[in-house]
């Protein structure tokens, strides 16, 4: 199954959002080991720019597999991301990235190429992951991680028929809803609800957007990126976010239920890229460690096996970590989710319409953005 609905979500993805040859000095795929690098930093640093939340001890391993001292800048959208990229105020030397926004910062020419054969664990992600119609030659990005934006419904709390999107809409729903705080994706979702297509362009199109999510605002209880924390404390019962963090919260649930969206669910694919100008050294070291069964797997039991990593060994050892299935489909779902997907696409200069529109819900929203 894995081969075939990551090979879908990869065709898909313009429709949206490397076999490593091993190093000089040691094939890591021959040994059977991994190959994460040194744990002596000897004064080398390295800048890193990521989603917002790596916590220390992540940040920490990070140094000791690559030998680098690192400075971590966390950002919160994509479009921060890329500003924070283009405006070259900071030399990043490896940033997290996702699908469309690739594919612009590549056209900006703001990415260096890299070289497969000097990151030994790139033999280990599935041959599925790689190719994606963003970067089909593998030239500009490593993908990390994939994932969904689904529906986590606390059902000790909620008996509402949930089957789609739309149904987050529902008046029995009112204040319950934890929405992941992503401009393009909480307006995307509503171009489906509103039947147009998940990247629409048209101005009116876009508008209407807006206006479907400001008559959802009655039942959102916050517009967050700590979503999960939400269901955890009782603050809010419906959860729309990434696949990893509603995995934080099902695990820590007794009875749940994880909704694809009958629409289709919007995917994406997380993924490192490397800034014009970076530490090349630096950054294949951090990239070989990241993508590593070692790193992924750091916390043991307590590992997020939700984030649907590219690493085929981190989804064997959930299976003998005794991690269930229905915990799992949260990260791998069945290969029809991925039939009916929807992706982002580079906009181009649309995405200022979204800009507008989104400022205007967040005013309408109030103490509603966290």
Known sequence: MKKKLISLLLAGTMVCGMTACGN??????????????????????????????????????????????????????????????????????????????????????????????????????????????????????????????????????VSTEIKGYADLWNPELEDQIAFTDDERMALCICNLVNGNDFNATDEAEITAAGDKLKELLPNIHAFTYSGYKLMLNGEANVLVTASGDAYKAAKEMDNWEYINPSEGEHMYMDSYVIPKGADMDGAYAFINAIISKEYLTRKGEDTNWGYGYTNLEVEDAAKEAGISDQLLSIAYPADSVYDTAHYMANIGESSLTYDEIWSEVKLEAGSKIE
């Open 24 to 157: 000089s000095s040691g094939d890591a795929s021959s040994s059977g080991k991994e190959e994460t690098g040194s744990s002596e930093s000897g004064g080398k640093e390295l800048n890193l720019l990521a989603w917002a939340g790596i916590e220390d001890e992540a940040i920490a391993k990070l140094e000791e597999l690559t030998g680098y001292s690192i400075n971590y800048t966390g950002f919160s959208s994509l479009e921060e991301m890329e500003t924070k990229v283009m405006s070259n105020s900071v030399q990043y030397d490896v940033a997290m990235c996702s699908d469309y926004v690739i594919e612009a910062l590549v056209e900006q020419d703001q990415l260096e190429e890299i070289d497969t054969s000097k990151i030994p664990n790139y033999s280990r992600l599935g041959e599925g992951y790689l190719s994606p119609s963003y970067d089909p030659d593998n030239k500009w990005s490593v993908p990390y991680s994939g994932g969904g934006i689904g529906i986590l419904v606390n059902r000790d709390k």
